[in-house]
């Protein structure tokens, strides 16, 4: 019979056995084998564009402090991410996302998202979706009950109402309504331009209204992007926005299009963007991007090629500002599989970050130098 333990033996037994199913669970498992010390899996961190770390919707938490926050407690990583960009769609202080977005050229909100699962390489996205403040909730919804990736317009709102979400009449709030009202005043819809001229003087009055301090230069093309990555190696993205003020009813940018205005690889990273989404989807610079860090390169100089893409291919004068540089700014928010993360911008902007450390907002790297209309 094996004699029983004294209590000092006890511990040192049941420390040992902690240790072996903590530091060796393959030991744990099979008591045969010789220990192996298994490599430690990668730091849970959140990235996002700047509004990650700015709106609250009136609680304690930003969205990237939220997102990670239930990463660490096991939650589902697009799940947490989602949770934390919601804070943003509902928070009518941000106007270029969800509810009080910028609306479009005929005064009303059509917003777009699209979320990537890295693990079940799943996708959803919505386009034009009007009357519904999440529309990050009804792309997921997309990825978990359809065989799709795209759903748009009127049949995206049909969806999200099978799905039990509430539809609006008007996400407009005071202040969009009233933005919109001084953009029309501008532009003098009573005259109707003909088709090259009607863009370009709608386009002109909107970049004025951001130099008069109406409009937050970040919000004239609006967005959030957030992608996170758990300490199992799971990673996931979601980017959801109301688009660029004023559009043309119908205009679609980047943020629900895949590899456009988000990308994400299990086994490399994600990839999502914030700015003109015209020249991000020309050059499907979140796929880029995530195809550069799967060459070897780091997320810093992955995004920097992406973005020198895009410089290259802005050729068109009104695109252009005195310097012959693009006269918009793009940023690409960066997250690769082992927890590197960076932000990368055409001209300086800011981005934010979450981890063990705490969230905070650092600067872009950017490509070129002053800025956007200089």
Wanted: hydrophobic content about 40%.
């Amino acid at each position: 019979m094996t004699a029983p333990l004294d209590r000092r033996s006890f511990l040192q037994a049941s420390a040992a056995a902690g240790l072996g199913v903590t530091l060796f669970p393959e030991a744990a498992a099979t008591p045969a084998q010789a220990p192996q010390l298994r490599r430690a899996g990668p730091r849970p961190m959140v990235v996002a564009s700047a509004n990650g770390n700015r709106f609250t919707n009136g609680g304690a938490l930003t969205c990237v402090a939220l997102a990670f926050e239930r990463i660490t407690q096991g939650v589902d990583v697009l799940e947490a991410l989602i949770a934390g960009v919601n804070l943003v769609e509902l928070d009518p202080a941000d106007t270029s996302v969800g509810y009080g977005g910028l609306p479009n050229a005929e005064g009303i909100v059509q917003l777009d998202a699209s979320c990537m699962h890295g693990p079940k390489r799943r996708a959803g996205a919505v386009a034009c979706l009007e009357g519904v403040r999440t529309p990050s909730r009804v792309a997921q919804a997309v990825l978990g009950h359809t065989d799709h990736h795209l759903l748009v317009g009127r049949d995206a709102q049909a969806f999200a109402r099978q799905m039990g979400f509430t539809i609006e009449a008007d996400l407009n709030t005071e202040t969009s309504r009233r933005l919109w009202l001084e953009w029309k005043r501008r532009v003098d819809p009573q005259h109707w331009l003909d088709p090259e001229k009607r863009g370009a003087a709608g386009f002109q009055a909107g970049l004025q209204m951001v130099r008069d301090g109406l409009i937050d230069p970040e919000h004239y093309y609006g967005t959030i992007n957030c992608n996170g990555l758990s300490a199992k190696g799971e990673v996931c993205g979601v980017t959801t926005t109301s688009g660029l003020a004023w559009k043309l009813p119908g205009r679609v940018g980047d943020s629900p299009i895949l590899g456009a205005g988000l990308y994400v690889d299990n086994e490399v990273g994600a990839v999502g963007s914030t700015g003109r989404g015209e020249a991000t989807l020309y050059g499907l610079s979140s796929f880029l991007a995530v195809e550069c860090m799967r060459r070897g390169l780091r997320p810093k100089d992955a995004g920097l090629e992406a973005l020198r893409r895009v410089q290259r291919a802005t050729v068109e004068p009104r695109l252009l500002n005195a310097r012959g540089l693009p006269n918009f700014n793009l940023n690409l928010y960066l997250l690769s599989a082992q927890g590197e993360v960076s932000g990368v911008s055409l001209y300086e902007s800011r981005y934010a970050v979450c981890d063990a450390n705490g969230p905070r907002t650092e600067p872009t790297e950017a490509l070129l130098p002053g800025k956007a209309m200089d």
